[in-house]
């Protein structure tokens, strides 16, 4: 009955269409015009093929066309598709589609860096690679620059001394 409870409520959990986070977004009374980028958002998830776990980081990045989104919204809508048998590209490509449905732009980005266990632990057994997938749309898709400003910021040390 635990392990049953664990794959409904946890490590599934994102199947379940009324645990899909809500994504208040506000006005942007501000006028930020420039990419607000979420990095290093843990990833744990389970490959559809093996059911093994598969652990990462995702770094999502925007540009606001109007609507901000709380930040902590970011992290709540990996985690909900994360929750649920899973291939790395859908992963990304859901992250993205949720994040511009929210916002109402184009102007999203995703990036995911990942260890799959069955990569890792069967099979090849390598232990050191980990698998890469990116999404862009709108202005990521269409500016080499705009891309690479946002690896840039994704590839930032943060550090708290406190």
């Known amino acids: 009955k ?6 409904v409520k ?10 899909k986070p809500g994504m208040s977004t506000f006005e942007n009374k501000y006028n930020y015009n420039q990419m607000l980028v979420e990095k290093d958002i843990v990833v744990y998830s389970t490959c559809e ?10 770094h999502v990045g925007y540009i606001s066309k109007g609507k901000v989104i709380g930040l902590s919204k970011m992290n709540r809508i990996v985690e909900y ?5 899973q291939v790395q590209e859908r992963l990304t490509m ?7 449905d929210a916002l ?41 620059q705009l891309r690479k400003e946002f690896i840039a910021y994704i590839g930032m040390k943060t550090t708290f001394n406190v």
Do not use: W
């Open 81 to 85: 598709y994360a929750k649920r048998p």
């Open 49 to 58: 093929h093996h059911f093994l776990p598969i652990v990462g980081r995702a």
């Open 94 to 100: 859901q992250i993205v589609k949720a994040m511009q």
């Open 2 to 7: 635990r392990v049953a409870k664990m794959f």
């Open 104 to 144: 109402g732009t184009d102007d999203v980005a995703c990036i995911i860096d990942a260890k799959h266990l069955c990569v890792n632990s069967r099979g090849i057994k390598d232990i050191e690679s980990s698998t890469v997938t990116a999404e862009y749309g709108g202005a990521f898709k269409d500016n080499e």
């Open 10 to 19: 946890e490590i599934f959990g994102g199947l379940l269409p009324e645990r």
